[in-house]
């Protein structure tokens, strides 16, 4: 699947919201409540700059995900960047998530951040576990029963960095 | 030094930024823009329910500290609390910081919240390092240069939690 990565519209929000809308519900894999409604999640995802939101789209112009970034702390932390990433799960396996990545390092990089920072990754998720990994973040810990899962109840929750 | 822990009114603000902004303007244990303003540091800091903030006052009444606590997380994680703590600094060592820990510790176990999680210790505030882990608080991480501190640099910026 050919991907492209660029900066999102608001004219991108009606096609972002119904998965971004279903991962949310699910409360598998992201520290969002449940029942956020789609203005919330709107403002959540859509920030103003610093903060840097992108879509992927795929050869038919789709938009089968999405990634955010923006600094993760403020004064003499805010060199480390977040970043949050949703695929639709109909296009999931795809290298979606990975193409998204792999912007986000080059964005950030260009910034001039110094590291990357994901403040909450459930350890069930291991897809995404593996996907970081491999794009050379690293575990730095887990807390203990940190996340509420649906189905597993209390599992750890990764806190992953990676050096820019 | 007798002190009593009281949940903040907007009538202590006054005698909080005084030691408040000498902390920040410094820039070496916290990570808020060294040039925040008074507005955006009230607004950081005096937050609305579920948040939490409290002044700690000595015999005299006069206000010699200040924490705030409130969910680190949101969704499935949202049952670990986040909290911060001023102290003034021409007060400091005579137990006000260790007060209002063991206070910020007993109202989040009784709100309900089952960690406490500190994002951002830097680790040459070595006084707040062992004050924590005294009141049982455990260095999870260091994030590699993570904090620039004005004096020496980039140095290590620790994830600190204790479970309640």
């Known amino acids: 699947m050919s991907i492209t990565i660029r900066t999102a519209t608001d004219s991108d929000w ?62 003499g932390a805010s060199h480390i960047a977040s970043a949050s990433f949703m695929v639709d799960a109909a296009r999931a396996g795809r290298g979606v998530g990975r193409a998204l990545g792999e912007y986000v390092i080059e964005w950030a990089r260009a910034e001039g951040y110094r590291a990357i920072q994901f403040n909450a990754v459930v350890e069930t998720n291991t897809r995404a576990v593996r996907l970081w990994r491999s794009l050379g973040f690293e575990i730095m810990t887990t807390l203990p029963e940190g996340f509420r899962h649906p189905e597993h109840g209390y599992v750890g929750l990764h806190i992953m960095y990676r050096r820019l």
């Open 14 to 75: 009606p096609a972002v919201w119904p998965f971004m809308r279903d991962i949310i519900r699910a409360g598998e894999t992201y520290t969002y409540d449940r029942d956020l409604d789609e203005g919330q999640a709107r403002s959540t995802w859509f920030l103003p700059p610093p903060a840097h939101t992108v879509v992927a789209v795929d050869a038919s112009g789709a938009v089968v995900g999405t990634a955010k970034t923006n600094p993760n702390h403020m004064g």
